[in-house]
């Protein structure tokens, strides 16, 4: 049986492992603007990472858009989840494919979308001054409030479907029996549905968190030139300034407090599962 | 063993299917141009792929992104023994980089038959160049009566909000302000304070050059530093503006083409290069784009050499950047760009 995950485990192997070795031996190089970068064994990249306030901030920025994206997510994702999971006939089938319908886009596609719906020539402001409403555009875009739009919307189908899956599992009955003890809907809520939920919020809050993290078309696009997260920082390094050893020390800072938040998160979510 | 023309030609189609490229390639004459799309990458399939390359039977692939995306796959392929490209196009400046990083070819001029028509001032060992134009200064005339004479105009507290940029253009952008503040061609350090001082005047930052233009048309933009072709291309478009070339200096931008060390069909390279440099070609650029020929025999439209060429005093003081010194202060030009200006 355990053959069985060779292929698999091979192909991750090639196609991740070796890559992100490679990496990590350029994180570790000094950059030279004549050669590109020197062969060295130094910390010095990742120093200067930590060091310098303005990739702090980019770094602080990046997790408060990723855990807001998040926490709006999983808001918004409950309810819907719910009503899916608590669907039946074949109106289930079609709902769900609704639910998956905003993946069918690229993400720079859809960025481009809320372009024409935001921007000071968009559809919103377009329609407010011509109904004389305001005399000049709002700022709609390039702002914080437009990335997280633009992240929601991408992740939303991912935290939707995870969460019904887990709800999908939980015994209708158990619901019915606290509401026949005479529990109110927000105790049934609070007291049964979400503590047997809870494995779907961290697997889809962990999926979604590590989205965000990532986010690269909606944080340039939306945010515009002066708004920075990791990801953006990371490809100005390498593409912009062909600073590839910074850069790539700038990608295993973003993996590493990445992988370790979402561990975090889930083991704290687990103990209260087990509770 | 018989082998049948079928199961060649099979095998062909399953060595191409396979991503073995070097027998798929054998089977015809073709050159991989790693180019940017839009306006630049149509011209040139509509003056040299189809009319110069096909007649000789080579077919010509894009591969089309932005500059930096390409100079970055230049930079990982350069210890391949093959690599993507056969033709790079490049701004002068990215150019020179790639040749300081050994990625380029020296080019053999007596395989060029238009090599004697290339403007004496724009000759390079590796590359040939293909159209130029020149850094100037776009304003709105109905929003700016007076015209501005120098890239220090942009500091006028009466335009406060008005000044836009294009993030792209960091690097001139920076010459500008290095300009205004006494600088030079190889001292861009007296920009730091200047920008510092147009932020402070609500200077805006546009992600690209289209949003830029978008920002001028709408009127949310009086005045910017643009290339002089762009500002044509512009005006063609409808909007309002014109254009002076800055008297702090004339900073000239060169859009290069080379032959990568690794290409694997450097014949049908030099080949492309020759086309580029028809006079025909040239001036189709020119009449679309608003780019100045780089050849000495190509003519141009009058209507059109009055808007795009600069007059004679003007060519008298365009300068190319100084390279050696933009390798060098090129990340720190861009770490203030973000982190000071824009952060």
């Known amino acids: 049986m355990a053959a069985l995950v060779l292929p698999a485990s091979l192909l991750v192997l090639l196609l991740l492992v070796a890559p992100m070795l490679l990496l990590f031996r350029i994180s570790l190089n000094e950059f030279s603007p004549t050669q590109m970068m020197v062969e060295a064994t130094s910390a010095a990249n990742y120093l200067r990472a930590v060091q310098d306030p303005y990739y702090r901030q980019v770094l602080l920025t990046t997790l408060a858009v990723a855990t807001g994206s998040t926490l709006l997510a999983l808001g918004l994702g409950f309810p819907t989840a719910y009503w899916l999971a608590r669907m039946q006939g074949r109106w289930k089938s079609l709902a769900t494919i609704t639910v998956l319908f905003p993946l069918l886009v690229g993400n720079v596609v859809r960025a481009a979308g809320w372009l024409a719906l935001l921007g000071n020539g968009g559809a919103i402001n377009a329609t407010l001054l011509g109904l004389g409403l305001i005399a000049a555009p709002l700022p709609l875009l390039y702002n914080t409030g ?78 515009g030139p002066q708004f920075k997260m990791m990801a953006p920082a990371v490809y100005d390094q390498f593409v912009r300034g062909n600073n590839w050893p910074f850069g790539a020390a700038l990608a295993f800072i973003l993996l590493g407090i990445t992988l370790v938040l979402t561990v975090a998160g889930s083991a704290a979510l687990g103990r209260r599962y087990r509770c | 063993m018989i082998i049948s023309r079928r199961a060649t030609l099979a095998g062909a189609a399953f060595a191409a299917a396979a991503g073995l ?88 001029m007596g395989r060029l038959s238009r090599a004697g028509s290339i403007v004496p001032g724009l000759r390079k060992p590796y590359a040939v160049p293909h159209i130029y134009s020149a850094l100037v200064l776009l304003y709105n005339p109905d929003k ?89 291309m512009w005006q063609k478009a409808g909007i309002p503006l014109r254009h002076v070339v800055p008297s702090e200096g004339a900073y000239a931008i060169v859009f290069e083409a080379a032959i990568p060390r690794n290409s694997r069909n450097k014949d049908n390279g030099y080949a492309y290069l020759d086309a580029m440099l028809k006079p025909e070609a040239q001036t189709a650029f020119a009449d679309r784009m608003g780019y100045l020929p780089t050849v000495t025999d190509a003519s141009l439209p009058p209507e059109i050499a009055r808007q795009i060429s600069l007059s004679e005093a003007e060519q008298a003081r365009l300068r190319s950047p100084d390279y050696d010194y933009l390798l060098r202060a090129h990340t720190d030009i861009l770490d203030f760009w973000n982190k000071q200006f824009k952060g």
Not at chain 1, 173 to 185: D, K, M, S, V
Not at chain 2, 188 to 215: I, T
């Open chain 1, 146 to 223: 437009a990335v997280v739009a633009g992240i929601v919307a991408v992740v939303l189908p991912y935290m939707v479907l995870t969460l019904s899956a887990v709800i999908e599992g939980i015994p209708r009955q158990t619901e019915e029996a606290a509401a026949n003890l005479g529990a109110r809907p927000m105790t049934v809520f609070r007291r049964v549905v979400l503590p047997q939920a809870l494995p779907g919020v961290a697997a889809g809050s962990v999926l979604v968190f590590v989205l965000c993290m990532n986010t690269y078309a909606s944080a340039v696009l939306l945010g």
């Open chain 2, 21 to 108: 490229p070097g027998i798929a390639r054998a089977q015809a004459k073709q050159v991989v141009v790693g180019t940017w799309g839009g306006d630049y990458g149509e011209l040139l399939r509509q003056n040299i792929d189809a009319p110069l390359m096909a007649p000789q039977g080579i077919e010509v692939l894009q591969d089309v992104a932005n500059a930096d995306p390409r100079k970055t796959k230049m930079l990982a392929e350069r210890q391949a023994r093959r690599g993507t490209f056969d033709v790079s196009c490049l701004s002068d400046t990215d150019m020179h980089m790639m040749a300081q990083q050994n990625t380029l070819e020296t080019l053999d």
């Open chain 2, 144 to 232: 700016v009566p007076v015209p501005p004479t120098s890239f220090a105009d942009m500091w006028d507290p009466k335009y406060r909000g008005r000044v836009g940029f294009s993030d792209i253009l960091y690097s001139t952008n920076t010459f500008a302000a290095a300009m205004a503040g006494g600088g030079g061609f190889g001292d861009y350090k007296p920009a730091e304070a200047k920008l510092m001082e147009l932020r402070s005047l609500d200077a805006k930052v546009y992600p690209s050059n289209e949003a830029l233009a978008a920002a001028l048309k709408g009127e949310e933009v009086w005045i910017t530093p643009m290339w002089l072709a762009r500002g044509y």
